[in-house]
């Protein structure tokens, strides 16, 4: 190969090898097979491991009941008893955070920008979660007794208020269902042929078995089961990426499918930088040459542009999927008073390391190991699995399943849980039977968790039809939910916020994101591609909107930052204007005037001007 550097850390001879023949992984010739199992093994996975934790969990609580005085009733159901330990809070937030996403999009990310996108992935969504120790401190102090978020928004602001985040709230739980369903569904097909279809919808079936009899404890406990095989499966994946280095017998003209090492890594990842650009434009599933808008086009910097600008729409994203997400609330409701922030702290310290890790070993390596993948198999969530079945073979794609289910089904109990609450709570007992008994609340949340595991399976069958993959929905979210991240902060962190404030931040700043997004998608050219990136003298058509173009990295970038810049905006804005024409009486402050420092109450309401002093 001319031009050929070798660093001389690898024993095989690098310049010899063709690195246009690239590693398969999915290839297949036996029909009914995917990568790793026949099709009906993807079936038997799916279905057994939904009953065996139902199962399990079931016996859990069924223990606890006969020897525990334990009593599911409608408050059990949906908090827990509000008594969790500070252990079993921060392993149920590293559940319910570890997304079909943490495995599967932050390996993408690494695989398209380098090292700074496993660093922007975990850090740009642990940040969110240390933050909500405070609002977990907040409610403990100023709303004890609440069962939603809602409730509160309800009490303070009023009937339209509520009504506009109950919106927010279902929207951010199909979203963050729907990226779940539509990773996990991409995996299985590839490795086991299992239809894409049935995946949707069979998946969600073991959460809703258990968490429709075991309520939220059932998924605490659950959670901490899938936290501990989630974090073996790492290990051992990190261990043999960095630590185990294969046999690549005597001829060393091949390309070796081990690494064993950081050195090796760094040495691949330099050559494989150094390399001719190839793209899948030129030959499917190609990936060499320099990265776009990395310095030196590494993929061992931090200085990548593309990078940054993935970190601010996961964090602004992230934001959203926390702050609105009723089960962070819920987790934070149950907690013990003196455990609710100590957990959502060790919670997110320990959940960086998930994402962290496993994207930088198997993430990397799906590059370091010339894997065949192209930018929409990646997209859809299918480097590590790529990684993991060239270094291991079957067991490698086998325990990606494994650790890609206790993922789903964590999170996707939360969902459920929440989505349930929401229901019984907020429309239920707000608005159809406000004297309803703990019994009929109980019915009506067991009913809404099998409901709504249908309708994500019908909405990841949307997403799917309408193909769209894990990375473009992820992207997505914040353009979708950030408007609201503010407002509902505001709510129980200050008294300067009204509720007219509240409701056209949230309205307002989706709308602007909306549009910002569309805007700048229809100056993409239609394969998704920059115009100000093409080389000199190449044009592309532009003017499209479609899955391409509105996937396109800059225009979801400006979504984003317009959706919870503009929403703080308009917020304050409007409370400005409100509280000069009600000269200058403070706003209500928690405690003083507020019903909900006691107990929610049916009916109340709060006088958002409470002459208090400033």
């Given at each position: 190969?001319p031009?050929?550097?070798?660093?001389?850390?690898t024993?095989?001879?690098v310049?010899?090898?063709?690195?246009?023949?690239f590693v398969p992984?999915?290839?297949?010739?036996?029909p009914?097979?995917?990568?790793?199992?026949?099709?009906?093994?993807?079936?038997?996975i799916?279905i057994?491991?939904?009953?065996?934790?139902s199962?399990?969990?079931s016996?859990?609580?069924w223990?606890?009941?006969?020897?525990?005085g334990?009593?599911?009733?409608?408050?059990?159901?949906n908090?827990?008893?509000r008594n969790?330990?500070t252990?079993?809070?921060?392993?149920v937030?590293?559940?319910?955070w570890?997304?079909a996403?943490?495995?599967?999009?932050s390996?993408?990310?690494?695989?398209?920008y380098?090292?700074s996108g496993?660093f922007?992935?975990?850090?740009?969504a642990?940040?969110?979660?240390?933050?909500f120790?405070i609002?977990?401190?907040?409610v403990?102090?100023?709303?004890?007794?609440?069962?939603?978020?809602?409730?509160?928004?309800?009490?303070?602001w009023?009937?339209?208020?509520?009504?506009?985040f109950?919106?927010?709230?279902?929207?951010?739980?199909l979203i963050?269902?729907?990226?779940l369903l539509l990773?996990?569904a991409?995996?299985?097909?590839q490795?086991?042929?299992?239809?894409t279809e049935?995946?949707?919808?069979?998946?969600?079936?073991?959460?809703?078995?258990?968490t429709?009899f075991?309520?939220l404890?059932?998924?605490?406990?659950?959670?901490?089961?899938?936290?501990?095989?989630?974090?073996?499966g790492?290990?051992?994946f990190?261990?043999?990426?960095?630590?185990?280095?294969?046999d690549?017998?005597?001829?060393?003209t091949?390309?070796?499918?081990s690494?064993?090492s950081a050195?090796?890594?760094?040495?691949?990842?330099t050559?494989v930088?150094?390399?001719?650009?190839?793209?899948?434009?030129?030959?499917?599933?190609a990936?060499?040459?320099?990265?776009p808008?990395?310095?030196?086009?590494?993929y061992?910097?931090m200085?990548?542009?593309?990078?940054?600008?993935?970190g601010?729409?996961?964090?602004?994203?992230n934001?959203?999927?926390?702050?609105v997400?009723?089960s962070?609330w819920?987790s934070?409701i149950?907690?013990r008073?003196?455990s609710?922030?100590?957990?959502?702290i060790?919670?997110g310290?320990v959940?960086f390391?998930?994402?962290?890790?496993?994207?930088t070993?198997?993430?990397?390596?799906?590059?370091?190991l010339?894997v065949k993948l192209s930018?929409?198999?990646?997209?859809s969530?299918?480097a590590?699995?790529a990684?993991?079945i060239?270094?291991?073979g079957q067991?490698?794609?086998i325990?990606?399943?494994?650790?890609l289910f206790?993922?789903i089904t964590s999170?996707?109990?939360?969902?459920?849980i929440?989505?349930?609450?929401l229901?019984?709570?907020?429309?239920?007992r707000?608005y159809?039977?406000?004297?309803?008994?703990?019994q009929?609340?109980?019915?009506?949340s067991r009913?809404?968790v099998?409901f709504?595991g249908?309708?994500s399976g019908f909405?990841g069958?949307f997403?799917y039809?309408v193909g769209?993959n894990l990375?473009?929905?992820?992207n997505?979210?914040?353009?979708?939910?950030?408007?609201a991240?503010?407002?509902v902060?505001?709510?129980?962190?200050?008294?300067y916020?009204t509720?007219?404030?509240a409701?056209?931040?949230a309205?307002?700043?989706?709308?602007?994101s909306v549009i910002?997004?569309?805007?700048i998608?229809?100056t993409r050219?239609?394969d998704g591609?920059?115009?100000?990136?093409?080389?000199?003298?190449?044009?592309?058509?532009?003017?499209t909107?479609d899955?391409?173009?509105?996937?396109?990295?800059?225009?979801?970038?400006?979504?984003n930052l317009?959706a919870?810049?503009?929403?703080?905006?308009?917020?304050?804005?409007?409370?400005?204007?409100?509280?000069k024409?009600?000269?200058g009486r403070a706003?209500?402050?928690?405690?003083?005037?507020c019903?909900?420092a006691?107990?929610?109450r049916?009916?109340?309401?709060?006088?958002?001007?409470?002459?208090?002093?400033?």
């Amino acid at each position: 190969m001319p031009g050929c550097l070798p660093q001389g850390i690898t024993d095989f001879d690098v310049c010899s090898v063709d690195w246009n023949s690239f590693v398969p992984w999915a290839e297949t010739s036996r029909p009914g097979w995917g990568a790793v199992m026949p099709e009906y093994a993807g079936y038997l996975i799916v279905i057994l491991f939904g009953v065996f934790f139902s199962v399990i969990t079931s016996i859990m609580v069924w223990f606890e009941k006969t020897f525990g005085g334990l009593v599911i009733s409608s408050e059990h159901f949906n908090t827990a008893g509000r008594n969790i330990k500070t252990g079993l809070t921060a392993s149920v937030i590293v559940s319910q955070w570890t997304w079909a996403a943490t495995l599967l999009q932050s390996s993408n990310v690494a695989w398209r920008y380098g090292l700074s996108g496993p660093f922007w992935y975990a850090a740009g969504a642990s940040i969110q979660v240390l933050l909500f120790g405070i609002l977990a401190i907040e409610v403990k102090k100023k709303a004890p007794n609440m069962h939603t978020f809602l409730e509160m928004i309800d009490v303070r602001w009023g009937k339209a208020a509520h009504m506009t985040f109950l919106f927010f709230g279902f929207a951010t739980n199909l979203i963050v269902t729907g990226m779940l369903l539509l990773g996990g569904a991409a995996v299985v097909y590839q490795t086991s042929s299992m239809a894409t279809e049935a995946a949707l919808f069979l998946i969600p079936v073991g959460v809703i078995i258990y968490t429709m009899f075991g309520g939220l404890k059932a998924t605490f406990l659950a959670s901490y089961i899938h936290t501990t095989i989630i974090f073996i499966g790492l290990v051992l994946f990190v261990t043999y990426v960095y630590a185990v280095a294969g046999d690549c017998g005597a001829d060393l003209t091949k390309q070796c499918n081990s690494i064993g090492s950081a050195s090796i890594l760094w040495e691949r990842l330099t050559f494989v930088a150094a390399l001719p650009s190839v793209s899948d434009a030129v030959t499917a599933g190609a990936h060499h040459g320099p990265v776009p808008n990395n310095r030196g086009g590494s993929y061992l910097t931090m200085l990548s542009n593309d990078g940054l600008s993935f970190g601010v729409i996961n964090i602004i994203g992230n934001f959203g999927t926390v702050f609105v997400d009723q089960s962070y609330w819920q987790s934070a409701i149950a907690a013990r008073p003196a455990s609710a922030h100590k957990g959502y702290i060790l919670g997110g310290l320990v959940w960086f390391t998930i994402p962290m890790a496993l994207a930088t070993s198997l993430g990397l390596a799906s590059n370091a190991l010339n894997v065949k993948l192209s930018s929409d198999e990646a997209g859809s969530g299918l480097a590590p699995p790529a990684a993991a079945i060239v270094l291991l073979g079957q067991g490698g794609g086998i325990l990606i399943i494994i650790m890609l289910f206790m993922a789903i089904t964590s999170t996707g109990s939360a969902e459920c849980i929440a989505v349930a609450s929401l229901v019984a709570y907020d429309i239920y007992r707000k608005y159809i039977n406000p004297d309803c008994t703990g019994q009929q609340l109980l019915r009506v949340s067991r009913i809404m968790v099998v409901f709504y595991g249908l309708v994500s399976g019908f909405f990841g069958w949307f997403l799917y039809g309408v193909g769209a993959n894990l990375g473009w929905v992820y992207n997505f979210m914040g353009i979708m939910i950030g408007s609201a991240v503010l407002p509902v902060s505001f709510c129980i962190l200050t008294r300067y916020c009204t509720a007219k404030g509240a409701i056209i931040g949230a309205w307002g700043g989706m709308i602007s994101s909306v549009i910002t997004w569309l805007v700048i998608a229809s100056t993409r050219c239609s394969d998704g591609r920059d115009p100000e990136r093409l080389p000199v003298g190449e044009t592309c058509p532009t003017g499209t909107l479609d899955i391409n173009t509105t996937g396109n990295l800059y225009a979801q970038l400006g979504g984003n930052l317009v959706a919870i810049c503009m929403s703080g905006i308009y917020c304050m804005l409007v409370t400005a204007i409100e509280f000069k024409v009600r000269h200058g009486r403070a706003l209500c402050e928690w405690g003083q005037g507020c019903p909900i420092a006691h107990a929610v109450r049916r009916g109340a309401t709060c006088d958002s001007y409470v002459p208090l002093p400033l």
